[in-house]
């Protein structure tokens, strides 16, 4: 039998800068530290908000991500608006981070949902999206999903 009550409880990244990846998340997703550990060849930090875990990094990676590899396509957070899309687009502006697409674009034509595309400092390909107010920008990927070929 099948659990009932299935949440995604956290997601794990391996990075290659540990304190890199960190302050990048801490900055633009405003994650809270809740653990770390530094004793070398096992460096982690888990974030999270109002002490919930959400997010573990490990450093583990000796490369940037491989989108042709199987495992992670994208991670994407979903926000409460349209606006607070866009001031985290302003965050990541000043972080020089590359967006897949220009500004605001929907999920796909005619969707009302939409948001940001872009990379972590590994590659990493993240999202940040709000339920509706993108509807007025073409999607880039037309009718396919556009979180999903970035």
């Avoid at 995604?8 to 997703?29: A, I």
């Avoid at 994208?74 to 606006?83: A, G, K, N, R």
Wanted: aromatic share 10%; glycine share 14%; with cysteine.
């Amino acid at each position: 039998m099948a659990p009932t009550a299935l949440t995604t409880g956290h997601v794990g990244l391996n990075v290659t800068d540990l304190g890199r990846s960190r302050d990048f998340y801490v900055r633009v997703f405003g994650f809270e530290v809740l653990g770390e550990g530094d004793e070398k060849g096992r460096e982690f930090a888990f974030l999270g908000r109002e002490g919930r875990l959400l997010l573990t990094l490990w450093r583990q990676a000796d490369g940037p991500f491989d989108r042709a590899s199987s495992g992670l396509h994208h991670l994407s957070f979903q926000v409460e608006d349209i606006e607070e899309v866009r001031a985290a687009e302003g965050v990541l502006l000043d972080l020089a981070v590359e967006f897949a697409y220009d500004g605001v674009v929907p999920h796909g034509e005619g969707a009302a949902s939409g948001g940001i595309f872009f990379h972590d400092p590994d590659g990493i390909r993240l999202e940040i999206y709000a339920p509706s107010g993108a509807g007025t920008a073409p999607a880039p990927a037309g009718a396919a999903p556009t979180c999903g070929f970035f």
